[in-house]
T-cell receptor, first 115, second 111 residues
Framework: DVKVTQSSRYLVKRTGEKVFLECVQD?????MFWYRQDPGLGLRLIYF???????EKGDIPEGYSVSREKKERFSLILESASTNQTSMYLC??????????????FGPGTRLTVT | KNEVEQSPQNLTAQEGEFITINCSYS?????LHWLQQHPGGGIVSLFM???GKKKHGRLIATINIQEKHSSLHITASHPRDSAVYIC?????????????FGQGTRLTINP
């Protein structure tokens, strides 16, 4: 079974802090994704990566950056956390290429609160 | 108008009832996904389909490409089916794996 893990289930940070969310997958998947989920808005794509060191902006990249130094690990970085970044963050992974439809495997999510 | 619309937003039913959740989309797609999210956050992929019908246990997913519409059916519903069901599409214009999601349907099955 594919396993996608996220570093924290719950996280509380202060406004202005730099926040790192980590995601690890164990199935050698080419693609990894970061989403945020908000009530009434559903899931929205922040960034995705289709290979090591390769990344592409999703629909709502503002205020976020990402890093993928190793194939199995994809980090989401909030450079200066703000209260409007309070949300549930979900990581996912999939086989590639990204122009072909594949099933995505999701992590358990990190509920981030910025105070 | 959202690219992916689900209905109903909330659905409550009694155990044993036949359940239908609908998804309409307005863009060209490579595939449509049905996902399940239980309380606590974890999301599981139920189906990925680009035509016709798929069945897994008591779950059936259908898609009509011409009408840009998909349905998720649950037969003999059970309280453990209580979850949020999410429809998502990926298409050739933005990338098959860059999914756009519906807002979800919250299903509650009472014993």
């Amino acid at each position: 079974d594919v396993k996608v893990t996220q570093s924290s289930r719950y996280l509380v940070k202060r406004t202005g802090e730099k926040v790192f969310l980590e995601c690890v997958q164990d199935m050698d998947h080419e693609n990894m994704f970061w989403y945020r989920q908000d009530p009434g808005l559903g899931l929205r794509l922040i960034y995705f990566s289709y290979d090591v060191k390769m990344k592409e902006k999703g629909d709502i990249p503002e205020g976020y950056s990402v890093s993928r130094e190793k194939k199995e690990r994809f980090s989401l970085i909030l450079e200066s956390a703000s209260t409007n970044q309070t949300s549930m963050y979900l990581c996912a992974s999939s086989l590639g290429p990204v122009w072909v439809a594949y099933e995505q495997y999701f992590g358990p999510g990190t509920r981030l609160t910025v105070t | 108008k959202n690219e992916v619309e689900q209905s109903p937003q909330n659905l409550t039913a009694q155990e044993g009832e036949f359940i239908t959740i609908n998804c309409s989309y307005s863009v060209g797609i490579s595939a449509l996904h049905w996902l399940q999210q239980h309380p606590g956050g974890g999301i599981v992929s139920l189906f990925m389909l680009s035509s016709g019908k798929k069945k897994h246990g008591r779950l059936i997913a259908t898609i009509n490409i011409q009408e840009k519409h998909s349905s998720l059916h649950i037969t003999a519903s059970h309280p453990r089916d209580s979850a949020v069901y999410i429809c998502a599409v990926g298409g050739p214009d933005r990338g098959a794996q860059k999914l756009v999601f519906g807002q979800g349907t919250r299903l509650t099955i009472n014993p």
